[in-house]
């Protein structure tokens, strides 16, 4: 029975991993500064895990996987915090592998490629433009470099937009729950034309589990559905699950023109995890 660590444990997607990890019958680490929220089946640890420590590996616990998900201010995409950050991951995860770590899976984010029209694949070339995809893309990076001197394995897990939770998360879906339980009868909206990869939380958490484990394919993975849809389809959509009586105010906000007319991710290599896996369907 592997034993998978799990950092940022508590957050919005960390706790939906940590759950689908122990259901699928896994020991888990739950690394965090706290744990509300998070399974109690868990072993919790409060290791500080930016500390520099070199023996860092041993001190949370030795494990045969670690998923790297701790991350601050992933919904504030120009937050000063996360070059400021980006030493102490490269710091943490090296010491991880310098120390035993056989496999590290590490989410990635679409915001690493920049603008991109159609499918995103492992080699398409990454141009980020806001300092959360800078770093994250740095990250990855620098990871796929120091890695391969190692005998530590690396997936990097690369995610679109992400549905489900909304109390936990930040995302347009979070917003309009919140205007809706506000009582507010419209919420302004753009022309809701542009293509994106959704996933909800729970589907993307078996899909990070399914790929940290497996050991057949390494490096970029994109974890998505693979099937771009509107924004205004996704979105009315969740307004009819929710018998939501908030209306759409379309055109309220103009498109963005940064902003790609369509992009997803290409989910060949997580479809053929998720089957070897038995996880299909």
């Not at 739950?30 to 070199?54: M, N, Q, W």
């Not at 937050?79 to 990635?108: E, I, Q, R, T, Y």
């Not at 022309?191 to 996933?199: A, E, Q, T, V």
Request: a negative charge; hydrophobic letters at 40%; one cysteine or more.
């Amino acid at each position: 029975m592997k034993k998978i660590l799990v950092t940022g444990a508590a957050g919005y997607i960390g706790r939906h991993v940590v759950k689908t990890a122990l259901d699928m019958g896994y020991q888990v680490i739950a690394a965090d500064f706290a744990f509300k929220g998070v399974d109690e089946r868990a072993e919790f640890c409060d290791v500080p895990i930016f500390s520099g420590d070199k023996g860092i590996y041993r001190a949370l616990g030795s494990p045969d996987v670690c998923i790297h998900m701790a991350w601050r201010d992933g919904f504030r995409h120009n937050a000063s915090s996360h070059m400021k950050d980006l030493s102490n991951h490269v710091v943490f995860l090296n010491n991880m592998a310098a120390g035993g770590l056989p496999s590290l899976s590490v989410m990635g984010t679409m915001h690493e490629v920049g603008y991109w029209e159609g499918p995103i694949k492992a080699d398409t070339p990454c141009n980020p433009q806001s300092q959360y995809g800078i770093a994250k893309n740095a990250l990855r990076q620098s990871l796929m470099l120091s890695l391969a001197e190692t005998n530590c394995r690396l997936h990097w897990l690369r995610a679109y937009y992400i549905t489900g939770d909304e109390a936990h998360g930040s995302s347009i879906f979070a917003k309009i729950t919140q205007a809706e339980l506000d009582g507010k009868k419209t919420f302004p909206f753009t022309s809701g034309k542009n293509l994106y990869d959704f996933i909800d939380v729970d589907e993307l958490a078996r899909m990070i589990v399914a790929a940290s484990v497996q050991e057949k394919i390494d490096g970029i993975i994109n974890v998505c559905t693979g099937k771009p849809i509107s924004l205004a389809q996704r979105v009315e959509q969740f307004l009819k699950d929710k018998n939501y009586k908030i209306k759409l105010d379309y055109g309220a906000f103009p498109d963005r023109p940064y902003d790609s007319p369509g992009v997803w991710g290409d989910p060949t290599e997580i479809e053929q995890i998720m089957q070897d896996a038995g996880l299909n369907g």
